[in-house]
Each structure stands twice: as structure tokens, then as C-alpha cells.
């Protein structure tokens, strides 16, 4: 039984159903006028019955030639999540941070969580890209391109 | 217009100075990018996108294109000095090219493969210039039917390729059709899909996609798994870059050989440079005099897929440009480009917007041009980049992304699709899906519908209708076809 494939299957089947959840309201008409929700019911059912194939398929499977589908695990699950984590975190603080501080702030709170993703922590690494690659962007994208980005703000 | 007035205005676009500057940045970048190991033209040209937004569509073309070819010639630069492919197809180049740098002509191998790379570009701009608008003409009889049938051949293309299992590629295909609608349909106006998000009424923004699934989970990827480098970078001297006139001799035929394959593997929707590389170099093995040798470094060995993956890139076009249908993800994000700009591509970029498409051709030619003749001096500066830790780039990167991505529309909505398309993106690594096919779907998604809904309108609802016509009946075989194909090429493996 190849874990891997029944997660992926289930996962499949769920995304199929939500979908088919979601489009509730929406009319499908008939095959000659096709209402708003006839494509999407459509991609629905080829995803839950593509999802029923992965989950038999790896039923089928025995357990050694489970496929390799992802990359070599050299480190730990655990310390994989939580670089993933923190990559996550660094852009999405500063999607929350751009409007209300600013570019260079935001840039440099994003720069500065980022490496703690570093598999060896460095203070002087760390303080030296978080000064100088807002300051880079800020020219590049500022004056280089000239997108209005604020470069500081205050709107807490 | 007649063919030659259109060349000509294609050619002074080409050569006008804004073309010209883009086109250098873009090869640059290209190369840049190409070089570190763990971004792959994808990536590149994902990151490159919002650049883009601010060029004419020509321009924005030329310089993707330039980032494109630029970032083949960065990965087979790797893949020689480091025995690191940067990119899939320069995957082949190790074998023969890394013992040459261990033997001391890593500028050898570097000379040769720049000089097929531009002979397999070169050639195959004559065959797109010629085949291309003949194509073109061809495509202009097709109705919805065959439009429809035309993209579910590239759908079914998109799942088959690489090596994962079909059904997981299929799924990633349809979840990428299903992230095409969402948004606001066309014909009735209602949201779909949007899960009560306003900023999702214009639909999910490309370059946001691109840049989670493609940029942000290779990002996390290499963290995750650091690139143990093998060795020390090879020395390369001024001196050692020029090959002897045996070893030039040796690589005429292989590069014409590897140019005819990539145009042929090329124009295939579906097929990606990489397999072009892989197989002329099959080939080259088989029928060269040297091919027992392969392996030891010989240049016949790097002269053929070299040519092979730039002929292929080029001939990719094709589809891309005359049917609209792109032949991998590199392909897909150009078409995503284009219609960004307001071109669609398909039989009537060429009649309605000629200057673009000749444009481009010609950018081709500029570029490599480019290529060839700055390589030389600049490899110094791109190895002394491979030796920068990873540490410090990727950060670097990810400012890259996070402005990148809020540029779009200036909405932090956009960043933070960015990092839920990362998370897929990973986990889609992780759990065996492969992201590609996901791309194409997305991109295909809204043409699949409308061709769908029009050439069901006109059949008033028979599906009959898409085996009858013939044309249609033939995509339709070869979708089929590919897809017994590969499964049995699965099994044998």
C-alpha cells in the first residue's frame, strides 16, 4: 500500500467535491446551451473518478515499487516543515506589512524571517541582506522601473 | 502585406534599440538564472513576468525569449563546470561535458556548446519562419470542434511528459482547468469559484501561480534538500576555451543531427526540450564513430543535444504561436504573457499582428548572437557566482518574489496567492504531482470551455460531432494514442 498515493487520491477526490459544493447555484443546462456550471460539474466528476484511480492504483501497488514521485528526503520531515513554514511566513508578512509600513520596513521584517530558513545561522549574513536588499529593490523597482511602491508609511 | 514588407518591419523592430537593450538583459538573466543550480527557466521566467507588464508585447516577448534561450545556455554552463544541471535538458551535457572540464577543456566543452546552441537556433528559424505561417493558414479552417480537439491533444501531451504516474498528471491538468474558471464567467456574468473573495473576481492572477508553484516551492525545495556540490568548479582559461580544429570537425555533424531532432521533438505540443536533448544524444551515441567513448568527454557528446534543446526551444514556438497551444510550461507562461497583453495567439497572430511574430524570429537570431559573442568573456563572472552559498541568494530570490508578486496590482492579495500556490507547490513535489500540466490547464482552461460551448452550440449538444469531423477525429486519435503510449513506455520502465 503506497501511503503517499492514498493521501494524494483522497486529496483529489476532495478538491472534485468542494467543487462540486461550490457551484451549488449556479445553472448547468444541457449539453447544447452550457449554463455557467456545466464545465466545472464536468471537471468535478473527472477529478473524483481520477481520484478513485489513485487511491485503487496504489492499492494495487505493493509496497516496494512505491513510486518516488518526490525528492530524496535528505533531512528530517520535520525539519523540511519547518523551513516551509518559515519561507511561507517571510512572504506573507510582508504582504500583511506592505500596505501598512511600507516598502523598505515590510522588505526588510520579510528579508530577516527568511533566514531563519539558513541551515547555519549567520548574525552578520543575516543583518547585511536585511539592509542592503530592500535598499536594492527600492532602486530597482522604484526608480529602475518606476512602480509608486510607498517606501515608508504609517497606517497600523 | 506581403511576406517581405511584414520580415522587414519585424526586422526593424528587432533591431531598434529598446528590442536590443531588453534582449541583452533578458539573455543575461537568462543565463543567470540558468547558472544557479535549483532555478530552472520556469522559475526565471515566472520571476521576469511583472518586469514584462510595462513593455510593448513585442519587446516583453523578445526578452522572455531571450531569458529563455539564456537560461538553456546557464544550465549547460553548470552542467559542465559542475557536473550540476541548472535546467532538465542539461542534464545530458554532464556526461560528456563534466569529464572534458575535469580533463582541462571545460572551455572547450563551453566553446562547442555555444556554437551548437546557435547552429541549432540559427537553423530552426528558418524552419519557423517557413513552416509556421503555412500552419497558420492551415489552422485558419478550423472551427470549434477541432479547437477543442486541438487542446485536449495538448492536455493529454502536458500529462504524458516526465515520469510521474499519468493519473496523478491528469489530475494536476483538470485542478489547473478547474483554477481556470474560476473567477467570472463570461457568458452569464455570475462568480464561480470565488469562494466569496472579491479580489478573485478577475480570476486567479497567472504570474501569482507561476511564481508559488514554480519559484517558491523550488525555493523551499533547495532548502529543504541543499545541493551537495561534487566538486571544485573546473579552472577555465582564456586560452584552453578554443577547441582543435579536429574537435570542430567532429561536432559539425552531430550539431546538424541534434538541430533536425529538436525541430521535429520541438514542434510536437507536449514535448519539452529536455527529451530532445536526451534523444539526439541516444542517437548521436549510436551513429557516431566515437559513440563507444561517450562518457569520457567527447564533443560529439555535447554538440548534439546542445543543438538538439536549442532547435527544440525555437520549433516550441510553433504551436505556441499559430494554434495556441503551448508544448510545455515555459511555452504556457509565454502564452500567458501574450494574453496578458491583449495577443492571442493562434492562426491570427500572424495575419493580424505579423510584425510580432517576425519580431520575435528575428529577436531569435539577435540573441544567440548575444550569446555567442559575450559568453566568452563573462564566463569567469558566472562561475564565481555558482561558488555563492545559497544562503545569501535566497533571499535575494525571495525579495524577487515578494515584490514581484505585489507589483502585479499593487494588492497584497496577489503575495499571498503566492504563498498558497508555494504550498501547493510543494506539496505537489512532495506527493508525486507534477506542476507543469497544472500550468498548461490553467492556461487552456478558458479556451477549452469556450471551444467546448461554441462547438456544442453549433452540434446542438452531439458529442457525435467531435468524431465525425475528421480532422478533429485525428486529434482526438493522437491524444489517445499518446496516452497508451506513455503508459506503456511506464511499464517497460
Given at each position: 500500500m503506497d501511503r503517499k498515493s492514498i493521501v494524494s487520491g483522497a486529496v483529489v477526490m476532495a478538491i472534485g467535491a468542494i467543487t462540486l459544493h461550490q457551484i451549488g447555484g449556479l445553472e448547468l443546462g444541457d449539453t447544447a446551451r452550457m449554463g455557467p456550471g456545466f464545465f466545472p460539474a464536468m471537471l468535478s466528476g473527472v477529478l473524483i473518478s481520477l481520484g478513485v484511480g489513485i487511491v485503487a492504483s496504489s492499492l494495487r501497488t505493493s509496497r516496494n515499487q512505491s513510486e518516488s514521485g518526490g525528492p530524496e528526503e535528505v533531512t528530517s520531515p520535520r525539519t523540511a516543515t519547518t523551513k516551509l513554514v518559515i519561507v511561507l511566513c517571510a512572504i506573507a508578512s510582508f504582504a500583511f506589512l506592505i500596505g501598512r509600513l511600507g516598502l523598505i520596513p515590510s522588505m526588510a521584517v520579510s528579508i530577516g524571517i527568511s533566514t531563519l530558513a539558513s541551515q547555519n545561522r549567520d548574525l552578520k549574513r543575516t543583518l547585511i541582506l536585511v539592509v542592503t536588499v530592500p535598499l536594492v529593490s527600492l532602486v530597482i523597482f522604484r526608480y529602475g522601473l518606476g512602480l509608486s511602491i510607498p517606501v515608508f508609511a504609517w497606517k497600523p | 502585406m506581403d511576406l517581405l514588407s511584414q520580415i522587414a518591419i519585424g526586422i526593424s523592430i528587432a533591431f531598434s534599440v529598446e528590442a536590443l537593450v531588453y534582449c541583452t538583459i533578458g539573455v543575461l538573466l537568462g543565463v543567470l538564472i540558468g547558472v544557479l543550480p535549483g532555478f530552472g527557466p520556469v522559475a526565471a521566467i515566472s520571476l521576469l513576468l511583472p518586469i514584462t507588464f510595462y513593455l510593448s508585447p513585442a519587446i516583453a516577448l523578445i526578452m522572455l525569449a531571450g531569458v529563455y534561450y539564456g537560461s538553456n545556455y546557464g544550465g549547460s554552463t553548470a552542467a559542465i563546470l559542475l557536473n550540476l544541471p541548472g535546467t532538465a535538458a542539461s542534464a545530458v551535457t554532464c556526461l560528456d561535458g563534466y569529464p572534458l572540464a575535469r580533463q582541462g577543456k571545460a572551455g572547450v566543452a563551453l566553446f562547442i556548446t555555444t556554437i551548437a546552441s546557435f547552429v541549432g537556433s540559427f537553423l530552426c528559424i528558418f524552419l519557423v519562419g517557413s513552416f509556421a505561417p503555412f500552419l497558420a493558414e492551415f489552422a485558419l479552417s478550423f472551427s470549434a470542434v477541432e479547437y477543442t480537439s486541438i487542446v485536449v491533444v495538448g492536455l493529454v501531451a502536458a500529462a504524458t511528459?516526465?515520469?510521474?504516474?499519468i493519473l496523478k498528471s491528469l489530475a494536476a491538468v483538470t485542478v489547473g482547468l478547474l483554477l481556470g474558471v474560476?473567477?467570472?464567467?463570461?457568458?452569464?456574468?455570475l462568480y464561480r469559484l470565488?469562494?466569496?473573495?472579491?479580489?478573485l473576481n478577475e480570476g486567479v492572477n497567472l504570474v501569482a501561480l507561476a511564481m508559488g508553484i514554480f519559484g517558491v516551492s523550488e525555493l523551499i525545495a533547495n532548502l529543504v534538500n541543499p545541493d551537495l556540490k561534487s566538486e571544485r568548479p573546473a579552472r577555465v582559461t582564456l586560452r584552453s576555451l578554443l577547441p582543435s580544429r579536429d574537435e570542430l570537425k567532429r561536432s559539425l555533424a552531430p550539431m546538424l543531427r541534434g538541430t533536425g531532432i529538436g525541430a521535429g521533438f520541438g514542434l510536437l505540443p507536449g514535448t519539452g526540450t529536455a527529451i530532445s536533448s536526451f534523444v539526439a544524444y541516444g542517437i548521436e551515441r549510436r551513429v557516431s564513430r566515437n559513440g563507444r567513448k561517450f562518457g569520457t568527454g567527447q564533443v560529439e557528446g555535447v554538440a548534439a543535444p546542445e543543438a538538439a534543446n536549442n532547435a527544440a526551444s525555437l520549433s516550441a514556438f510553433i504551436p505556441t504561436l499559430t494554434l495556441g497551444i503551448p508544448g510545455d510550461a515555459v511555452m504556457a507562461i509565454m502564452l500567458g504573457a501574450l494574453l496578458i497583453h491583449g495577443v492571442v495567439p493562434g492562426p491570427f497572430l500572424i495575419n493580424d499582428t505579423p510584425e510580432i511574430f517576425w519580431a520575435l524570429i528575428v529577436s531569435f537570431l539577435i540573441g544567440n548572437v548575444i550569446l555567442v559573442v559575450l559568453n566568452p568573456m563573462l564566463i569567469g563572472l558566472w562561475v564565481r557566482i555558482l561558488s555563492v552559498p545559497f544562503d545569501w541568494l535566497f533571499p535575494i530570490v525571495l525579495a524577487l518574489i515578494c515584490i514581484g508578486a505585489y507589483s502585479v496590482s499593487m494588492m497584497p492579495f496577489h503575495v499571498m496567492t503566492v504563498v498558497f500556490f508555494g504550498l501547493v507547490g510543494y506539496g505537489m513535489l512532495v506527493f508525486g504531482f507534477q506542476a507543469a500540466p497544472l500550468l498548461l490547464g490553467f492556461i487552456l482552461g478558458p479556451i477549452l470551455e469556450e471551444n467546448l460551448r461554441r462547438a456544442l452550440l453549433l452540434s446542438r449538444g452531439d458529442w457525435y460531432v467531435f468524431v465525425d469531423r475528421p480532422i478533429s477525429l485525428s486529434f482526438l486519435a493522437l491524444a489517445l494514442g499518446l496516452l497508451l503510449w506513455s503508459q506503456l513506455q511506464r511499464k517497460a520502465n
Open positions: - | 511528459i516526465g515520469t510521474g504516474s474560476v473567477g467570472t464567467d463570461i457568458n452569464s456574468g470565488t469562494f466569496g473573495m472579491r479580489e
